[in-house]
Structure formats: structure tokens, C-alpha cells
């Protein structure tokens, strides 16, 4: 759309994101623009042949209008918005093969349904088993210095985190069929709100909550 012009400060965003491998985060204070950052971002990394297909993860009161916003900077774009109903039951393994099998400048989901969006059983299992090898070096740390209280929280998470392992891919296994993470050909994700999905597991000696 020609008769929006970037701030400078947003045309810097744009370059940080292209040149920074994939991995950038946009601090900026409320109001300064990261829509239109990210957005710009995107199609140009697509326009330079970087990416093919990227994934907008939103929070669920404004998906709606990520749409709005990229169709008013780039008009002519192709974009997905799945709304409720595409997301229900009976549909999900609709939209997930569009996705698969579409060809769009991005796809732009809630962030509640992202988090539904199943990782295949090989990588699930691959995951899991990383983090319970790390309990597993901890524990054997914790039972070498003689820290039982420690050696005794660690082996309840080494509990929970199998417990969950076993939930996982048991609904893995009842959406057998379904289209998983890895077969939709994201191959790039931008987060709004990132913050919501920034307190991953972490195994630490220290007495920190």
C-alpha cells in the first residue's frame, strides 16, 4: 500500500528480522508499530525467496484484525484466517490440510488454537525423552552432593513429565490421520505476545521459583 509509510525505526525492524536468522524480538513499546513490522517483515523475506509459507500466532481478541491490518499493507495478499468453526472438531482436519496444501503469503491463528495444533509422535516422543535426559543428569547430580530435598522434587517431575509424555501421545494417537505441525509447511512462525510462551522448562540447582 503506497500510502503507508514506515517509520524508520520500523524499516530497522524489517532488516533485523531478515538478517537475524530467524530468531528476533521486537521489544518495542505499545503502539510503536511491530504489526506492521512483522507483517512487512514477512513478505519481504518471502519476496527475497527466504521463507515460503509463515504462520502468525496471535492472541485470540485481535486475530481478526491481523487480517485487517495485513490486507491494509499489503492488499493484495493471500492470507488464511480460520475462524471458530474451522477450528471445531469435525473441520480441524480440513483447515489443517488447506494449510498443508495451500499456497498463501501467511496463515494467521489464535494462539488457543495453535497450541492444538499436534507435533507428529517421532518428534514428541524426541522432545520429551531430551528433557527427561536432563532430569535424569540432575537427579544424578542432586543424589552425588546429597541434596534430598532436591533429589526429591526432581524425581516428581521426572514422574509428571512421563505422565504427560503418555497423555500426549496417546492424543496423538486418537487424531491418527490428522495433518501435525510438520507436514503444513510453516516454515516460519512470528508470535504476537510472545511473552505467553516464553517460560519453557528449565532444570536448575538454585532455589528459585
Do not use: C
Not at 91 to 105: E, M
Amino acid at each position: 500500500n503506497s500510502s503507508i509509510k514506515l517509520t524508520k525505526h520500523q524499516k530497522d525492524a524489517v532488516w533485523r528480522i531478515i538478517s537475524g536468522g530467524g530468531n528476533s524480538l521486537l521489544a518495542h513499546e505499545v503502539g510503536a508499530g511491530k504489526t506492521f513490522s512483522m507483517i512487512a517483515a514477512s513478505m519481504e523475506m518471502k519476496r527475497l525467496g527466504i521463507i515460503k509459507k509463515p504462520m502468525f500466532v496471535v492472541p485470540n481478541n485481535i486475530y481478526e484484525q491481523w487480517g485487517i491490518e495485513f490486507r491494509r499493507l499489503y492488499p493484495g495478499s493471500k492470507i488464511l484466517i480460520p475462524d471458530a468453526d474451522d477450528f471445531s472438531k469435525k473441520n480441524r482436519h480440513i483447515l489443517l490440510n488447506k494449510i498443508a496444501t495451500g499456497t498463501y503469503d501467511a496463515v494467521i491463528v489464535p494462539e488457543s488454537q495453535f497450541t492444538m495444533i499436534t507435533t507428529s509422535e517421532e518428534y514428541t516422543t524426541e522432545f520429551f525423552n531430551e528433557k527427561l535426559q536432563e532430569l535424569e543428569q540432575a537427579l544424578e547430580i542432586a543424589k552425588a552432593e546429597g541434596q534430598k530435598l532436591s533429589e526429591s522434587k526432581i524425581r516428581q517431575k521426572i514422574k509428571n513429565f512421563e505422565t504427560k509424555l503418555e497423555k500426549k501421545l496417546d492424543n496423538i494417537k486418537k487424531d491418527k490421520g490428522v495433518v501435525v505441525f510438520e507436514e503444513l509447511g510453516i516454515d516460519s512462525l512470528f508470535v504476537d505476545e510472545a511473552h505467553r510462551f516464553k517460560n519453557l522448562m528449565y532444570q536448575t540447582g538454585l532455589q528459585v521459583s
